[in-house]
């Protein structure tokens, strides 16, 4: 029996695709259709035309920018500034491709200190909207000029206040095949209302409004503190800023401000992750690695920090040119930048309770963002860009680190002796008594211990309830990690060198970042065209497995210019070492060890959060316990 031969639909279809091409010429291609192709790399959706509107009314040094929205900025999305303003003979040219004021040689390209140079964004819209500019320069008379599909029209005379008004409508409309893709209204106007609150974070002096189908949505005032935190809070919300942290730090040349939330407000997805560079909103791979690495001592699990930091450098030190949409960006020191970032985190978090100003309910500031300095912070660490630096936590001398295990005191009452246990805190200190309510000591005065768990303390807000356990593993690791960082990093040599298969990317790395290996405590060299051996590792270490250990350094070395993997190795060891260490449950504490713990806690970095993310205490306000008993009511 014949069977007949059935082409497939995907066949015939790639067929007439060759045929196609082999026999059409090379032709140049319309204006029209180069702009239309063009405006997909720039205008993707309302919120890219939005972005590029704001980077332009922020370039013309405006003071006030009013964005208005219809359908989500599919029918009309509105601009409008009280910048600078645009001449009336320079208006046509504003709407030409390749046409810009911002950008004239290479070497403004290389220093780019503005947010839109390309000279494409208007030329894009006119090309697949219709497009109209009103503006006005001071001295000047105000104009306007109107495009669509690609047309310029005729420039004509407009009563105009001093700046700009840019009005796109009917996005996409005559384009089909690029409106489908485009989501409903709603969607779009949720896209578009990211964009507006990111360009008011990193602008906070500008204030900004948004319309929406008529309907006043969102204003912010200009905010003038030194660093704009309250820009950032406002923008945020109060539930990001009831739990966040001032960020404050000048490295060299590069500065690092904003807002980081405690540990304890992390959540299982990113939802506030901002990062900025010279007031542009950015994805980038080495700054988020160096925020998610200040976090990795005190993050529980998979939970995602919560932040928003604004990274300012010199322009030269970085390329804003890489993305046609400019939200990425390479540095050209990335290992400096992501030290800088990751030291000015950490600062923020690691400051001992003693050292704040916030001692409310939960540790959280009442009103620290109307007043942005830091009372925590420390004066900042020489650091040189193209330079390895660490900065690590005041050393403590070993033998603090020993008391922690010296034996116990002689019994007492109530306390249920163990002389095989050892005693956490120096027998010298069990006697110490304060008032509660001295600000010097915000945890108070230990009252009870409750089942041999947790301690119950009181102070000038209420009660304090502490996780023993949690608390003093914190304290001894800190103890730990400052006592190993008095001493030189040790290596182990290898007895037999560990040689494995390198990547080009592995053996690039090893060359590009041998003062760095050599810090770190390896010994890593080639032993082959194509291979590396590994002739030793930090001592620390040793029962590592070289070649993984190695090779996960390598690749964090060549994608971020530096690595967490052996201070994460080594900080797990310690870790371990501290939770046994820390007094255990169902332990009787006297009160005077108990206060002993307390003063510890407020001396020590991070004692918020356990090793391992855990909250180590929690404050309950008279407040709420009136509220429990119905007190006053």
């Not at 407000?265 to 901002?274: F, I, K, L, T």
Request: hydrophobic letters at 45%; charged letters at 20%.
């Amino acid at each position: 029996m014949m069977v007949a031969s059935v082409e497939s639909p995907q066949l015939h279809a790639d067929s007439a695709a060759r045929d196609a091409r082999e026999s059409a010429p090379i032709r140049t291609l319309p204006d029209t259709l180069i702009s239309q192709i063009a405006a997909g790399e720039v205008v993707e959706r309302p919120a890219s035309a939005l972005r590029e509107l704001l980077d332009n009314a922020l370039d013309a040094g405006s003071s006030r920018i009013i964005v208005r929205l219809a359908q989500g900025g599919l029918d009309l999305l509105s601009v409008e500034d009280d910048g600078c303003g645009i001449p009336p003979d320079e208006l046509a040219l504003a709407l030409a491709r390749h046409a810009t004021s911002k950008i004239a040689t290479l070497d403004d390209l290389e220093r780019a200190q503005s947010l839109g140079f390309r000279g494409e964004a208007l030329a894009a819209m006119a090309a697949v909207a219709e497009v109209e500019i009103v503006s006005r320069r001071a001295g000047q008379p105000g104009a306007s000029i109107s495009a669509a599909a690609g047309r310029i029209g005729a420039l004509t005379p407009a009563a105009a206040a001093q700046g700009t008004v840019v009005t796109v409508k009917r996005l996409f409309h005559d384009i089909p095949a690029r409106r489908r893709f485009l989501k409903s209204p709603p969607t779009e106007t949720g896209w578009c209302v990211e964009v507006f609150k990111r360009a008011a974070m990193a602008h906070p002096h500008v204030a900004f409004s948004l319309w929406q189908d008529g309907r006043a949505s969102l204003q912010y005032a200009a905010d003038f503190s030194p660093a704009g935190l309250q820009r950032l809070a406002d923008v945020l919300g109060k539930a990001f800023a009831e739990h966040a942290l001032p960020v404050q730090a000048r490295i060299g040349p590069l500065a690092v401000h904003g807002l980081v939330c405690r540990p304890t407000a992390a959540r299982g997805r990113a939802e506030v992750q901002q990062l900025f560079v010279n007031h542009r909103w950015v994805r980038d791979r080495v700054l988020a690695h160096g925020v998610r690495a200040a976090y990795a001592d005190v993050l529980h699990g998979a939970l995602q920090p919560q932040y928003a930091l604004l990274i300012g450098l010199p322009p030269e030190r970085v390329d804003v040119n890489v993305h046609p949409a400019k939200s990425e960006v390479r540095f050209r020191e990335s290992q400096a930048v992501h030290q800088a970032v990751l030291h000015a985190v950490q600062q923020a978090l690691a400051p001992a309770l003693s050292g704040r100003a916030d001692t409310g309910a939960g540790g959280h500031a009442a009103d620290g963002l109307s007043s942005p300095a830091h009372p925590g912070s420390r004066p900042n660490p020489p650091f040189a860009f193209g330079q390895p630096s660490m900065l690590r936590q005041s050393a403590l001398p070993l033998a603090s680190m020993l008391q922690a295990y010296a034996p116990l005191g002689p019994s007492q009452a109530g306390h249920v002796a163990d002389s095989a246990t050892p005693n956490p805190w120096p027998s010298e200190r069990l006697d110490r008594i304060a008032d509660s309510a001295a600000p010097s000591q915000p945890l108070g005065q230990a009252i009870a211990q409750l089942h041999g768990i947790y301690i119950l303390a009181q102070n000038s807000q209420g009660l304090v309830i502490v996780d023993m356990h949690a608390a003093h593993e914190r304290v001894v690791y800190e103890r730990l990690k400052a006592a190993w960082d008095q001493r030189s990093l040790p290596t182990q040599p290898l007895l037999i060198p560990a040689g494995f298969a390198a990547s080009p990317q592995e053996l690039g790395a090893v060359e590009d970042h041998a003062e760095t290996l050599q810090a770190l405590g390896f010994d890593l060299a080639a032993s082959g065209p194509a291979s590396l051996a590994v002739r030793s590792l930090p001592g620390l270490l040793g029962r590592a497995d070289p070649v993984r250990l190695a090779r996960a350094v390598l690749a964090e070395l060549a994608e971020f210019g530096t690595s967490q993997t052996l201070e994460q190795r080594r900080n797990a060891l310690l870790s371990t070492m501290a939770c046994h260490g820390a007094v255990r449950a169902n332990r009787q504490l006297t009160l005077g060890e108990m206060n002993a713990l307390l003063r510890d806690m407020e001396a020590t970095e991070r004692s918020d959060q356990c090793n391992h993310g855990r909250p180590t205490w929690r404050q309950v306000s008279l407040d709420e316990l009136d509220a429990l008993f119905l007190r006053g009511r």
